[in-house]
């Protein structure tokens, strides 16, 4: 069984920036980031492949956000650059044993207790 820890949220003005960690108690495969605002579903938002080669994001972040990681700290984070009052949710770190990303929920074993971002206009 992982365990994952996110850090790093919080509130910030609209254009501002956040970096969020998420600390894996193990190994994993492909990591992800997804987020879910209030009344709305969780929505992908960013993955990476195991070898930090292959980065996914999904359209509304992509020349925004930045998602990578270091596997000597089995961690990975998401860079938010020019952050947006529509960026405000609760942001979710989900680990799978498989290298391959997926932007699907239900593709991930592991996830984390999520990390509250707070865009502000």
């Known amino acids: 069984q992982v365990q994952l820890v996110e850090s790093g949220g919080g509130l910030v003005q609209a254009g501002g920036s956040l970096r969020l960690s998420c600390a894996a108690s193990?190994?994993?495969?492909?990591m992800g980031w997804f987020r879910q605002a209030p009344g709305k579903e969780r929505e992908f938002v960013a993955a990476?492949?195991?070898?930090?080669?292959?980065?996914y994001l999904t359209d509304s972040v992509k020349d925004r956000f930045t998602i990578s990681r270091d596997n000597a700290k089995n961690t990975v984070y998401l860079q938010m650059n020019s952050l947006k009052p529509e960026d405000t949710a609760v942001y979710y770190c989900?680990?799978?044993?498989?290298?391959?990303?997926?932007?699907?929920?239900?593709?991930?074993?592991?996830w984390g207790q999520g990390t509250q971002v707070t865009v502000s206009s």
């Open positions: 193990g190994r994993t495969g492909a």
């Open positions: 990476i492949r195991w070898s930090g080669g292959s980065t």
């Open positions: 989900a680990a799978r044993a498989r290298v391959i990303v997926s932007s699907t929920p239900r593709d991930y074993d592991y």
